[in-house]
C-alpha cells in the first residue's frame, strides 16, 4: 500500500506560545485503518486540524496523495478538501439547514447535480437511522443524533481519507458500535481512516487498526506498538 | 441540466445563507442613500439643463438703450437706430419695445405715474444676433452706436444673467458631487454589511471552505444577497424619490415662473435616473464581491 498521508518533521506553533505540536513524522497507508490517541491537550486536534488542511504547519513537510499541501498554492487546496471527509468534535452542522440539506452540502459543493444528490442523501439518512428526521433542524435533534448527521455529511462523498475528531463522544455504546462498523465498511471499501478517541474499548473492536499516540505534542510511539491490544506495526 | 433542476440546484445554494432580506437594515439604508442620490442627480441635471437653457436662450441677444431725457428726441433717435439695426449683417432681428410694455413692466414698482410720460424712461430695443462670437459683435456694435450717439448703450442678455447662470451651475456641481460621495457612502456601507454579514456567518464559511468549496463559491452567495438587498432597497429609494421629483416638479410648473420652469429634465436625464438603481445593485454586489474575497483570501 502506497502512503497516502506523509508528515515529516513537522512543527506547529500558534503565535508566539511554544510549539503544539513538534517533530511530528509519520506516514499513513492508502487504505489503512488509524486512531490518534493521548491525552486532552496533547494536540491531537492541532494534528487532525493539519491534516485536514484547516491549518498550514510552522515546518515541516506534509504530503497528502503525493503533493506537498504545505506549499501548496491556495488556489488548489479546495480540490484537495473534496477529497477529505472530516467530522468534526463540535459537529459543526449548519444551525439554518435542514438534516439533509447539511448532508448534501458536500455534494453540492462538489457541484453535483441536483438530481443526482437525492438517492445518495436519502440512503445516508436510512444508513444512520435518521430516514425520518430529513427535514428537522439540527438544534431539534439530540447530540447523538446531530453527531450522526456530522458522519453522514462527513463520508457522503466518499472522501479518500475520512478524519474524525472524537466521532463516539456523545453516542452511546450501541451508537458507537454502528458508527465503527460504518468506518469498518467505509475502509474496506479503500478509505484511509483517521480517529481521534479516548476511547480505548472502541479502538479494541478494529482488528486491523493501528495506533499512534500523542503526548505533548510529539508522536510518542509512532511504530503502532502502544495500540489497544498491542501490535506492533509501522503505518506505510 | 434541466431547467427544475437548475432551479432546485440555485435554491438549495441560496439556502446556505439563512434568509431574512428585509429584515436587515441594509436595504433600508441603501434605499434611504438611493432616495437621496436621485433627488441629489434630478438637481444637478435639472439646474444643468436650466443653464444650458438660459445660455442658449440668452446667447446672441442684447439690449439697445436709448438713453434720453427728451421724449421727442428719444423717439427719433430711436427709430433711427431701429432701422440702422436693421441694415447690420450680424443682427437677425430688431425689436423695438412697446412704450406701453416698458410701462407695464416698471408699474409694479413706480405705480400708475409710470405710464404718464413725465418720468423719462429710457427707450429699449431687443436685438437677435447671428450664431457666434456674441462678445464680439457686440462690442463692434457698441462701437458703431457710440459714434452716432453718446445716449446709446448696449448690453447683451447674457451679462444680466451671468451671476444666476454661475449660481445655478454651482448648484447643479455641488448636487453631482453630493451624488458622488453618495455613491462613495453606499460602497462603503455594502462593504460594511458584507464583512459583518462574512462575520456572522462565520461558522458556515469555515464549513463551506473545510468541505472544499472555492472562494468564489463563497462569495457568490454573499453577493447574491447583497444584490438582492440592494435591488430591493434601491427600487424603495428610486420610486419614493420619483414621487417627489413629479411633485417637485408639478410646484415649479405652477409658480408660473419662466426661470424656475427652466429648471426641467429632458428624457436622457430620466435615462441617467433609471440608471442609477441598476448601477447601485451592481456597485452593492461588485463591493460585496471584493470584500467577501478579500476576507476569505486571509483564510487558509
Known sequence: MSAIVQFENVGLRYGLDSETLSDVSFSLASGGFYFLTGASGAGKTSLLKLLYLAQRPSRGVIRLFGEDVVTLPRKRLPGFRRRIGVVFQDFRLVPHLSVYDNIALPLRVAGMEEAEIDAPVSEMLNWVGLGDRGQARPATLSGGEQQRVAIARAVIGRPEILVADEPTGNVDADMARRLLTLFEALNRLGTTIVVATHDLPLMAQISSAQMMKLDKGRLSDPTGSLRYPPRPQVAG | ?300
Do not use: C, Y
Not at chain 2, 440546484?9 to 428585509?22: C, I, K, Q, S, T
Not at chain 2, 439690449?63 to 433711427?80: F, G, K
Not at chain 2, 447643479?172 to 458584507?194: D, E, K, P
Open chain 2, 1 to 300: 441540466m434541466a431547467g427544475s433542476d437548475r432551479r432546485a440546484a440555485a435554491a438549495a445554494r441560496h439556502r446556505l445563507l439563512p434568509e431574512g432580506r428585509v429584515a436587515g437594515p441594509m436595504p433600508w439604508i441603501i434605499a434611504i442613500m438611493m432616495f437621496l442620490t436621485v433627488l441629489s442627480a434630478a438637481a444637478g441635471l435639472g439646474l444643468g439643463a436650466a443653464v444650458q437653457a438660459m445660455d442658449a436662450d440668452l446667447a446672441g441677444r442684447a439690449t439697445v438703450q436709448i438713453v434720453e431725457a427728451n421724449a421727442e428726441q428719444r423717439d427719433r433717435l430711436s427709430a433711427s437706430v431701429a432701422a440702422a439695426l436693421r441694415k447690420v449683417a450680424h443682427v437677425r432681428a430688431v425689436h423695438p419695445v412697446a412704450a406701453s410694455a416698458l410701462a407695464d413692466q416698471i408699474r409694479p414698482w413706480l405705480g400708475q405715474d409710470a405710464a404718464s410720460g413725465d418720468l423719462p424712461i429710457p427707450a429699449l430695443i431687443d436685438i437677435e444676433l447671428t450664431p457666434g462670437q456674441t462678445d464680439a459683435k457686440v462690442e463692434r456694435l457698441r462701437r458703431q452706436l457710440g459714434a452716432v450717439s453718446p445716449k446709446i448703450r448696449i448690453e447683451p442678455h447674457a451679462a444680466f444673467l451671468a451671476p444666476l447662470a454661475g449660481l445655478l451651475s454651482a448648484l447643479g456641481w455641488l448636487a453631482a458631487g453630493i451624488v458622488l460621495l453618495m455613491t462613495l457612502a453606499t460602497g462603503a456601507v455594502v462593504v460594511l454589511a458584507a464583512r459583518a454579514a462574512h462575520d456572522s456567518h462565520r461558522g458556515t464559511i469555515d464549513v463551506l471552505h473545510l468541505m472544499g468549496a472555492t472562494d468564489v463559491q463563497i462569495a457568490r452567495l454573499f453577493q447574491r444577497r447583497i444584490g438582492l438587498d440592494a435591488l430591493f432597497g434601491g427600487a424603495l429609494g428610486f420610486t419614493v424619490a420619483l414621487l417627489v421629483i413629479l411633485l417637485l416638479g408639478a410646484r415649479l410648473l405652477a409658480t408660473g415662473s419662466e426661470l424656475l420652469s427652466a429648471i426641467h429634465l429632458p428624457w436622457e436625464s430620466w435615462a441617467i435616473l433609471a440608471a442609477l438603481p441598476v448601477g447601485g445593485v451592481l456597485l452593492a454586489t461588485l463591493a460585496a464581491r471584493w470584500t467577501v474575497l478579500r476576507s476569505l483570501g486571509r483564510l487558509l
